[in-house]
């Protein structure tokens, strides 16, 4: 079984910042696609930014210029540095992963237990 570990969240006032970190599995045969994803009391979790082994990152337009994805090369763990938080940012934020555990396995998805982040002065 796959465990992701998240750690970082907590309470910040709105313009502070804080740094999400995710430690995936120490082995994994191919790692495709890490992020972070959140979701508040009554809406669909929705997509943070991500990043894919072929480079790429992805951000939602409303995190754009706030938040930044990175990832320890060779490694499975990814940070989220954000700044300048809002209280609309205020959500228990996910860690994903996908990927394939062993030669030969299936792709699949996998994902954190959540770390609440709440903004709020």
């Known amino acids: 079984q796959v465990q992701l570990v998240e750690s970082g969240g907590g309470l910040v006032q709105p313009g502070g910042s804080l740094r999400l970190s995710c430690v995936g599995p120490?082995?994994?045969?191919?790692?495709?696609?890490m992020g972070w994803y959140r979701q508040v009391p009554g809406k669909q979790r929705e997509l943070v930014a991500t990043?894919?082994?072929?480079?790429?990152?992805n951000y939602a337009d409303s995190v754009k210029g706030r938040f930044t994805i990175s990832r320890d090369n060779g490694k499975s763990t990814t940070y989220l540095q954000m700044n300048s938080l809002k209280p609309e940012d205020t959500a228990v934020y996910y860690c994903n992963a996908l990927g394939v555990v062993i030669a030969g396995g299936y792709e699949r998805n996998y994902w954190g237990q959540g770390t609440q982040v709440t903004v709020s002065s």
């Open positions: 120490g082995s994994i045969f191919r790692l495709n696609r």
């Open positions: 990043w894919s082994s072929a480079g790429s990152t």
